[in-house]
């Protein structure tokens, strides 16, 4: 698999190569936003290590103008420690982040599993519940007919949700099938991804696509149809 890197300090971009590498992908790497842009049209990669600091476009633009073309998985690699630069990029269609300084061993794992859920091995199982079908191993999600634009994460949510839409699924029931057993993930980056799915199912009309039972767990809500 490819994996574009994208970071303006070359001694970073290649620890980060090299680490990828070593685990088995190829790389390609860019310096700023506009290149990032450019390499990720021309060299189609399968996921992209994005600094949320560059020249030219930031991350943040970088990662906004990518999505409205493309549901390929973004990774941000960012130094600033701030909640809210987290839950804008992960609102903004991001589907993780590592902080700086990182491990190299937390961001092979990270984008493991990135690579995982966008590639999750499918039958030819069809999900289905009120206006929605999950074509899993097509890995698209169309409601009333219409194709929903969702990233890996999102689309990894609704399908564990799916899969058993009467019952309540615990937070970490959902963490551990979305991330693997025993990750570390932080409420609000769930919780980023939650407001992120029922925004854009609600915008189909489905605005109680999603409940929360207090204390226990998510579920899939009622059509109103």
Known sequence: MKILVVDDDPHLRELVSITLERAGYQTVTARDGQMALTHAIRESPDLIVLDVGLPELDGLEVCRRLRARS????????????E??????????ADDYVTKPFSPRELVARIKAILKRSTAEGSTTILRHGPVELDVPGHSVWIDGSMLALTATELSILRRLMQTPEAIVSRPQL??????????????????????????????????????????GLRMGTWPG
Request: charged letters at 25%; glycine letters at 12%; aromatic letters at 4%.
């Open 71 to 82: 549901d390929v998985p973004i990774l941000f690699l960012t130094a600033r420690d701030d």
């Open 84 to 93: 809210i630069d987290r839950i804008l990029g992960l609102e903004l269609g």
């Open 175 to 216: 963490i551990d099938a979305i991330y693997g057993a025993g990750s570390a993930v932080a409420d609000r980056t769930l919780d980023s991804h939650l407001r992120n799915l029922r925004r854009k199912l609600g915008d189909q009309g489905w605005i109680g696509a999603i409940e929360t039972v207090h204390g226990i």
